[in-house]
Nanobody
Framework: QVQLIESGGGLVQTGESLRLSCAAS????????MGWFRQAPGKEREFVAA????????SNLHSVRGRFTISRDNARNTVFLQMNSLKPEDTAVYYC??????????????????WGTGTLVTVSS
């Protein structure tokens, strides 16, 4: 059984940082893409960032470029999202995804089969 367990969310103030982690078990994703999506209250889920297994990085949101950085540890089957200079508009549930193709990491990620249960990030003003 494949499981993706996110951690690292919480309540922070504007300008602070958080580091999200997502550990996968039940299947190796060493040669698969892994990434992050988020869903803010009342909004659709949206792609944030992804990493291919050989280190290619992709970030779709202009609003997070330069502030959010994705990385991964293939030996630990884990992907991270370092979030700096957080803003209230970053408030959302952040979901980890794994597998699929690199092109699946866009939009709301409808083509992806493996998802975590989400971790809540709240940024207060």
């Amino acid at each position: 059984q494949v499981q993706l367990i996110e951690s690292g969310g919480g309540l922070v103030q504007t300008g602070e940082s958080l580091r999200l982690s997502c550990a996968a078990s039940g299947m190796s994703f060493k040669t698969s893409p892994m990434g992050w999506f988020r869903q803010a209250p009342g909004k659709e889920r949206e792609f944030v960032a992804a990493s291919n297994w050989y280190g290619d990085l992709r970030s779709n949101l202009h609003s997070v470029r330069g502030r959010f950085t994705i990385s991964r540890d293939n030996a630990r089957n884990t992907v991270f999202l370092q979030m700096n200079s957080l803003k209230p508009e970053d408030t959302a549930v952040y979901y980890c995804a794994a597998g699929g193709t690199y092109d699946d990491y866009s939009g709301s990620g409808v083509g992806l089969n493996y998802w975590g249960t989400g971790t809540l990030v709240t940024v207060s003003s």
